[in-house]
């Protein structure tokens, strides 16, 4: 049974955890060495103000955080649209993938902005993460290029749903 609820700033080591054990292992398939080296290490860490934010979940089994994820009026990048809310840093143990850990918070996340009125939702994947994101309704716009630092990018998708 998958647990969803809102994180605190009690969660942050958890969560920062998982996103070092996750990203590293989920992404090898999609993306070479030479741009994993680079740039998890500049993603694959919980923001404190993205945590503790109100709209940022975890999903627990068995009292263990196994997923991460929420949503923001703001993209990662400062970017706005109206109507339109942001999937934010989103993650999964490797060892809970497919059990319906990032399915229920993307859930949660759609039902809290919808609740605020938003009638979009926009998101950055990974390679790696476009099928489950087609799968919960969202079409891609495109490939992008995430800025992490200065001469450091992370080739990404950008995908869109009606909510």
């Known amino acids: 049974m998958v647990d969803i609820r809102i ?21 090898a398939a999609d993306y070479p060495p030479s ?7 500049l993603f694959a860490r919980a923001k404190l103000g993205l945590v503790t934010s ?4 975890v999903a627990q089994i068995a009292g263990q955080i196994v ?3 929420g949503w923001t009026a703001t993209g ?19 060892d809970f993938v497919r ?13 809290a902005a919808m ?9 950055y994947s990974t390679r790696t993460a476009v099928p489950f994101y087609e799968a919960n309704g969202f079409s891609v716009k495109g490939e992008v290029e995430i800025p992490l630092r200065a001469g450091i990018t992370f080739p990404a998708v950008a995908m869109v749903r009606r909510l």
């Open 35 to 41: 741009i994993l080296v680079t740039a998890i290490p």
């Open 76 to 94: 990662p990048m400062g970017e706005q649209a109206p109507g339109v809310a942001h999937v934010r840093h989103f993650a999964s143990d490797p």
């Open 54 to 57: 109100g709209t940022f979940y």
């Open 7 to 27: 994180a605190t700033e009690g969660d942050f080591a958890a969560i920062d955890a998982l996103f070092a054990r996750s990203y590293p292992r989920l992404l």
């Open 115 to 123: 609740a605020r009125k938003f009638r979009g939702m926009a998101c």
């Open 99 to 111: 059990r319906g850990v990032g399915s229920g918070i993307l859930t949660t996340c759609f039902d």
């Open 67 to 69: 997923g991460a994820g």
